[in-house]
């Protein structure tokens, strides 16, 4: 699976749009980009996922450059609920192929 | 609807005792994870079956064991404990099939070891 970076820590003014960066420039063609995210200390929450297209769903959007190197997950307009940390993973579509955890963006949204 | 539910919640260990993390899920998924999470740090696994009668080490098996004992549970044993595996731990399901590539996790369950 294709590692990730992601800078360690963001703010965002509540009600702006908060755009979290993501770079894994060895990924291959195969692997989807994931986004998930963990409130507080409680379990990961899945947000969004994506192969090559952008895509959207009522939680965020998820932009993938052309070449595929890099994302940007968009919270479209954020609240005090939205701090946590972010993770971006990389990783085949098959049941059998597991998630890597990176160290993620801890993002806080200032009121 | 419970999803993923872990057992304990909360448990403390002596050193050099043993004790098995439960996991069970209702969504009937193939495949199951256990991970572990030290504070500030990710999330790192520990091992995942794939389907019911496999399981594969991951990044931090050394310790452990685990059992794929049906579809619904997968649990996580630790024979003699130490102070290393203080941490929480995580139990995560998945399944491809109907296009649900996501994960669904557990809430935790936080591990002392003195």
């Known amino acids: 699976d294709a590692k990730t970076t992601q800078p360690p820590s963001m703010d965002c003014a509540e009600g702006r749009a908060a755009n979290l960066p993501c770079n894994h420039s060895t990924i291959s063609g195969n692997e989807y980009v994931y986004w998930y995210r963990q409130i507080h200390s409680q379990g990961p929450q899945y947000i969004i996922h994506?192969?090559?297209n952008n895509e959207t769903n009522e939680m965020a959007s998820l932009i993938i450059t052309e070449d595929r190197k890099s994302s940007t997950l968009i919270l479209p307009h954020a609240t005090l609920r939205d701090t946590a940390v972010y993770y971006c993973i990389v990783r085949g579509y098959s049941s059998a192929s597991k998630i890597i955890f990176g160290s993620g963006t801890r993002l806080s949204i200032r009121p | 609807n419970a999803g993923v539910t872990q057992t304990p919640k909360f448990q403390v260990l002596k050193t050099g005792q043993s004790m098995t993390l439960q996991c069970a899920q209702d969504?009937?998924?193939?495949?199951m994870y256990w991970y572990r999470q030290d504070p500030g740090m990710g999330l790192r696994l520990i091992y995942y079956s794939a389907s019911e009668g496999t399981t594969d080490k991951g990044e931090v098996p050394n310790g452990y064991n685990v059992s794929r004992l049906n579809k619904r549970e997968f649990s996580l044993r630790l024979e003699s404990a130490a102070p290393s595996q203080t941490s929480v731990y995580f139990c995560?399901?998945?399944?491809?099939?109907?296009?649900?590539?996501?994960?669904?996790f557990g809430s935790g369950t936080r591990l002392t070891v003195v």
């Open positions: 994506g192969l090559k």
């Open positions: 969504m009937n998924h193939n495949s």
């Open positions: 995560a399901s998945s399944e491809v099939d109907r296009g649900v590539a996501g994960y669904t």
